[in-house]
């Protein structure tokens, strides 16, 4: 159930005691205040209640993949999700070796509405908040509890953080994953602390793919964390004026040349970025852009997932940007410690595990 503003609620409490022949009690309280109960205020603003922490979680809609990995850096999850979406990224390539009974839960389509996920009985489903008016909807109307969330910029993780930590009852848990990220971020800011905009490299973070033996480039977001990260990292966003909607934009060479970033970071999800990188290397048209003859044209890193997405790996995406853009205030930092630290004290996983399944999986500008 939603929760209402205090004032209201109070408001409803008198008048369903007066309707009821009774007298205002001093003692009436919200649910929330029953022992057992949990609530949370979601992405949305909404407060969600539930007469008991939630022990059946299903991941549902688009972009979940986000939420997954982030629910996963909590040991409760592993025997709470019971469904989840695979798409085109699929995060059973990755969590099999923090879960080893990730074989054991349902798996959705993206696609999945309320015939698919009912049948689960879910105590909630969590769904990112762009999917309230579709599929969250469909299902609040027959009466699946839902939750909102963001995940997408660096202040949203650590409110939707408090969020999974009350729901799977580990508030303690979610301080201590927000320490381990504002520990990197403060090291960023100290390392980056008096760096003038002129000091700052003008960045571009492009999206190649390839369909048909077409080719498409695309940059992110203003919004998006692919921005904020190159902000964080220190540099200055060339495509940032001309991506103010709400997705990728489509951008041809001639505008990448009209920007001629001096540095260039490129996501490939279908591809090996390095190889893309090789491939453009070779190009007589990308060799003329300053970027290039600089050698600043860097695969974007990543290991099983990118790190320019808003998965939990996004703080390895910004610290990674960083030591590319300022290597000389960076240069303290070594990536592979951080990839160890990060899979041991996010995930749980030992050095042997990192080493097997992480390491080897390691893709772009690495180390």
Request: proline share 6%; net charge negative.
């Amino acid at each position: 159930m939603r929760r209402i503003d205090r004032s209201v609620w109070g408001i409803f409490v008198v008048l369903g005691l007066l309707l009821a022949g009774c007298g205002p009690a001093d003692t009436a309280r919200p649910p929330a205040a029953e022992p057992g109960r949990v609530a949370v205020v979601d992405a949305l603003g909404r407060t969600v209640e539930f007469d008991a922490p939630p022990q059946r979680i299903v991941v549902a809609g688009k972009s979940s993949l986000t939420i997954v990995d982030a629910l996963f850096l909590f040991p409760e999850a592993a025997g709470r999700v019971v469904g989840l979406v695979a798409g085109q990224q699929k995060p059973g390539d990755f969590l099999r070796h923090v879960d080893p009974t990730f074989d054991q839960k349902a798996i959705l389509a993206v696609e999945a509405g309320p015939e698919q996920i009912a049948p689960l009985r879910p105590d909630v489903v969590l769904l990112r908040s762009f999917a309230a008016d579709g599929l969250g909807q469909s299902l609040e109307q027959v009466g699946l509890p839902v939750v909102y969330l963001d995940l997408e910029t660096p202040e949203q993780y650590g409110r939707d953080l408090d969020t999974l930590g009350v729901l799977l009852g580990n508030e303690a848990r979610a301080t201590e994953i927000q320490a381990f990220y504002q520990a990197r971020l403060d090291r960023l800011d100290g390392a980056l602390q008096g760096l003038e905009d002129g000091q700052k490299p003008r960045a571009l973070v492009v999206q190649y793919s390839q369909q048909g033996g077409e080719t498409a480039l695309n940059v992110p977001s203003a919004a998006w964390l692919q921005t904020i990260e190159t902000e964080l990292a220190g540099g200055l966003p060339v495509w940032k004026e001309a991506a103010q909607g709400g997705g990728w934009t489509i951008v041809n060479f001639e505008q990448i040349a009209a920007w001629d970033p001096d540095a260039i970071f490129l996501i490939s999800y279908g591809a090996d970025p390095a190889q893309v990188v090789e491939t453009l290397r070779a190009d007589a048209r990308w060799q003329a852009l300053r970027a290039v003859q600089a050698g600043r044209l860097h695969a974007f890193a990543g290991d099983i997932f990118s790190w320019d997405q808003s998965d939990p790996r996004w703080i390895l995406g910004v610290t990674w940007m960083a030591t590319r853009l300022h290597p000389e205030r960076l240069a303290g930092v070594d990536m592979m410690d951080e990839v160890t630290q990060f899979f041991g004290q996010m995930y749980g996983m030992d050095e042997a595990t990192i080493a097997a399944n992480i390491l080897p999986a390691l893709r772009g500008d690495l180390p």
